[in-house]
C-alpha cells in the first residue's frame, strides 16, 4: 500500500462535504479524512457558506470521482504560460532577441577586466632618462645605421669618396624637426638658410648644400637588390625600417583598457603603385595605413600599409576582421576593448574577439545579412531599441528624424539609458569616447609636417611643440661638438702658452661647467686682440707710411682667417 498522502482535487472534497451530517458539521470529527491532505486556496475569513472553488477551473458534477487517477496540485493548474520574448532573425539565419533597455551594470565579465596596467613597459622606463633616449627608444641605433648605410650606397653610385656619419645624420633629423614645430610644411626649405628671414639653427647646423645632399640620397633600402624583393613585397622600399619601428613601438609602451583600429592616409602625389584616392580625406591622395592607437595616450601601438589584395588572407575572412585581428594580435588576452567604424565591424569578429577574451564596440552597417531587417525601419526620435544574440548586444539609435545609429557590442550586456534630452544609450556614449584615439593622432601628425610620435615617455608632460624643439638641440649636439675645436689642439707656442698647457693638463680634473667659463675668458681675449689689430690696420690707412715703408696690402693673416687661434 502506497503511504504516501493523496492530494484531494476539488469534485472529491465537495462530495465528502455533502455527506456530512449537521451533528458531524458542528463539531464533530470528519471520518475519513485523517489519511488525506486537503490544499484549499480559501480565504483567510470564517464562514459557513461552502468554500468557493478556485477561478479558472472548471467543476463537473456529472463526472464522478475516480480514485485512481493521478491528481495535480491546483497551484500548477491556475499558473499561465508565459509568453516567449519578441524575436528576430537576419537574413543569415542569426536570431536576435529583443530587450528592453535597463540600467543595471550586473557583473563584469571576463572579456572586461584589464590584467596588466597600461603605461610605458620596463624596458623603456629604464632607457629613457631625457628627449634624445626617448627618440632612441623608437628609432634605435639600427635603424638609423640601416638608413646611413642605405644612404652613402645610394650616394656613391654618383660620387665614390661621398660619406654621412651618424651623428651628421642625427642633425639632419633634427632640422626636420624644427622645420616641423615652425609649421613650415608650406614653406620653401631652402628659406630657412636666408640670411634675412632664415633660421640660425640652420646656419650654425648643416650648410644648405650639404642639407641639400642628403635629401638628395636618402634611402631607405639598397637598390642593388630591390628588383627581387618587390616581386614579393610592394613595400619593401621603407620594409626593414618601418617593421623595426613598429617592433620598438610594441616592446616601449603597453595600451590601456581601449585601442581603436582604423585608417590614416599619408599624404603623397608621388609615383607609387598602391596610392589610393580617397575623397572624404583632407588630402586626397595618399598612401593609406591601418593603424592601432592607444584611446587614452594616442600612442601608437601597431600598423602596416594597405597595398591592394592580399594572398595571404583567407578568402573566408572579410578584408576589415583580417585588419583588426593582425593590429590588436599582440594586445589580445588581457581584457581590453577594441572600438571600430562600420568599415571593420561584423558578428563574426565579435565572435572572434569574443574567444580572445577581448570585447569589441563598433559602429555597424545597417544591411548586414546578420542583422534583422528592422534596424533599416525608422522610429520615435531619440528612441533606443536593443536587441542581443547570445553575448552580443545590437543597440538601435534614432539619433535623427531619417537617421539611426547602429553600435554592435560585447562590452555591454545591458544598456543604460541616459536621462539628458536626447537620452542616448550607453553604447553610443562609449563609442564616442574610445573612437577618437586614430582620429586624433592624424591630426596630431597634421598639425606638425614630421610624422611619429612627439610625446615624452616620462614624468613630465610639455608641448608637442617645445618637445619637438629640444629634441632637436639634443640631436645635433654630438655633431656640434664634433665641428667645435678642441682645446687640446690649441698650439703651445707664443706668449700664452704656458696658460694653454695648464688649461690643458686641468681638463680632466675641472667640471664641465668651469672648463666652459675659461674656455669662454680665451675667446673674449682673443676677440679683444683681433678688435685692436683692426684698429691699427685702420689707423696705419689713414696715416701716412714712414719714409721707404709702403702700407700693407691685405690684412694679416691672424685676422682674415679668424678660425685660426691668435699667436701671441
Excluded at 685692436?532 to 714712414?546: A, C
Amino acid at each position: 500500500m502506497d503511504k504516501r498522502k493523496r492530494l484531494m482535487n476539488v469534485q472529491e472534497a465537495l462530495a465528502l462535504l455533502n455527506r456530512l451530517s449537521e451533528a458531524e458539521s458542528d463539531g464533530g470529527e470528519v471520518s475519513g479524512l485523517s489519511d488525506v491532505s486537503w490544499v484549499c486556496s480559501a480565504s483567510d475569513g470564517s464562514s459557513d457558506s461552502d468554500p468557493e472553488p478556485p477561478r479558472n477551473v472548471r467543476l463537473s458534477h456529472h463526472d464522478p470521482p475516480l480514485a485512481d487517477e493521478p491528481t495535480v496540485p491546483a497551484h500548477a493548474e491556475v499558473c499561465a504560460t508565459e509568453p516567449s520574448p519578441a524575436q528576430e532573425i537576419g537574413k543569415d539565419g542569426t536570431v536576435w532577441t529583443v530587450m528592453e533597455p535597463c540600467g543595471g551594470a550586473g557583473r563584469r565579465q571576463i572579456q572586461n577586466i584589464l590584467t596588466e596596467s597600461a603605461g610605458p613597459t620596463p624596458h623603456a622606463r629604464h632607457t629613457i632618462t631625457d628627449k634624445l633616449t626617448a627618440f632612441m627608444c623608437l628609432c634605435d641605433s639600427v635603424m638609423l645605421e640601416e638608413i646611413r648605410d642605405c644612404t652613402i650606397a645610394e650616394a656613391r653610385r654618383d660620387r665614390a669618396t661621398w660619406d654621412v656619419s651618424i651623428m651628421e645624420l642625427k642633425a639632419f633629423i633634427a632640422l626636420l624637426y624644427v622645420r616641423g614645430a615652425y609649421c613650415g610644411k608650406n614653406i620653401e626649405m631652402e628659406s630657412f638658410w636666408s640670411e634675412q628671414w632664415g633660421n640660425a639653427f640652420f646656419n650654425a647646423t648643416l650648410s644648405r648644400n650639404r642639407f641639400r645632399e642628403i635629401m638628395r640620397y636618402l634611402r631607405f633600402d639598397k637598390k642593388e637588390t630591390r628588383r627581387c624583393r618587390l616581386t614579393t613585397d610592394k613595400f619593401t622600399h621603407v620594409r626593414k625600417v618601418w617593421d623595426r619601428f613598429v617592433d620598438n613601438s610594441i616592446a616601449s609602451y603597453r595600451p590601456g583598457s581601449d585601442i581603436t583600429v582604423d585608417e590614416q592616409l599619408f599624404p603623397t602625389k608621388s609615383r607609387c603603385p598602391f596610392t589610393q584616392y580617397m575623397p572624404n580625406k583632407p588630402d586626397k591622395f595618399g598612401i593609406k595605413f591601418w593603424l592601432a592607437a592607444d584611446v587614452d595616450s594616442k600612442y601608437m601601438l601597431n600598423g602596416f600599409p594597405y597595398l591592394g589584395k592580399d594572398a595571404s588572407r583567407p578568402a573566408t575572412q572579410r578584408l576589415g576582421e583580417n585588419v583588426v585581428l593582425r593590429l590588436v594580435e599582440p594586445f589580445v588576452g588581457k581584457g581590453r576593448n577594441i572600438t571600430t567604424d562600420n568599415f571593420f565591424t561584423s558578428l563574426p569578429l565579435a565572435k572572434a574577439l569574443l574567444a580572445k577574451n577581448t570585447s569589441l564596440v563598433g559602429t555597424i552597417k545597417r544591411n548586414k545579412r546578420e542583422l534583422p531587417p528592422s534596424v533599416q525601419g525608422r522610429s520615435e526620435l531619440f528612441s533606443t531599441k536593443v536587441l542581443k544574440s547570445e553575448k552580443i548586444v545590437l543597440s538601435v539609435y534614432q539619433c535623427k528624424p531619417r537617421r539611426n545609429v547602429t553600435i554592435l557590442s560585447t562590452q555591454h550586456q545591458h544598456v543604460a539609458i541616459s536621462t539628458e534630452r536626447k537620452r542616448k544609450p550607453e553604447t553610443v556614449e562609449y563609442y564616442n569616447h574610445s573612437k577618437v584615439g586614430v582620429d586624433v593622432l592624424d591630426q596630431m601628425a597634421r598639425q606638425y609636417s614630421v610624422k611619429g610620435g612627439t610625446s615624452c615617455m616620462s614624468q613630465e608632460n610639455i608641448p608637442r611643440r617645445d618637445f619637438m624643439l629640444q629634441l632637436a638641440h639634443e640631436l645635433r649636439a654630438e655633431w656640434m661638438a664634433s665641428k667645435a675645436p678642441p682645446l687640446a689642439d690649441l698650439p703651445f707656442s707664443g706668449a700664452g702658452a704656458e696658460e694653454r698647457r695648464r688649461m690643458t693638463c686641468m681638463k680632466e680634473s675641472i667640471p664641465q661647467p668651469h672648463c666652459d667659463e675659461l674656455q669662454q675668458q680665451m675667446e673674449e681675449k682673443r676677440n679683444q686682440t683681433l678688435s685692436y689689430s683692426n684698429i691699427l690696420y685702420i689707423k696705419q690707412q689713414h696715416d701716412p707710411p714712414p719714409p721707404g715703408l709702403h702700407p700693407p696690402s691685405r690684412l694679416p693673416s691672424c685676422i682674415q682667417h679668424r678660425r685660426q687661434p691668435l699667436i701671441d
